[in-house]
């Protein structure tokens, strides 16, 4: 069974750091350009981070700096490290997978900023 899973999600004090995973089971990792979406309360989910097979990163301009998206291809992990947390990230964040046209969607973890 195809699936991305997401952890790591909680409630922190701004200023905080949080570090969430994805991690796929039952396709080639390593065949698939990975990223992390947001979506608040009423809005439309955006983009936050991606990261291609080669490596290679795109950030939303209003986070760079503060988060940083890594893979694991041994691990089949995808990982945010996101710091400097801002009321303003409280959002579900969603892990995606493509390759071609196949795209996969987790479940979404919950991030809450708040003090």
């Known amino acids: 069974q195809e699936q991305l899973v997401e952890s790591g999600g909680g409630l922190v004090q701004p200023g905080g750091s949080l570090r969430l995973s994805c991690t796929s089971s039952?396709?080639?990792?390593?065949?698939?350009?990975m990223a992390w979406y947001h979506q608040a309360p009423g809005k439309q989910r955006d983009l936050v981070a991606s990261?291609?097979?080669?490596?290679?990163?795109n950030y939303a301009d209003s986070l760079k700096g503060r988060f940083t998206i890594t893979r694991d291809d041994a691990g089949n992990t995808v990982h945010l490290q996101m710091n400097n947390l801002k009321a303003e990230d409280t959002a579900v964040y969603y892990c995606?997978?493509?390759?071609?046209?196949?795209?996969?969607w987790g479940q979404g973890t919950q991030v809450t900023v708040s003090s």
């Open positions: 039952g396709i080639f990792f390593y065949l698939y350009d």
């Open positions: 990261i291609t097979t080669s490596g290679t990163t």
């Open positions: 995606n997978a493509v390759w071609s046209r196949h795209q996969l």
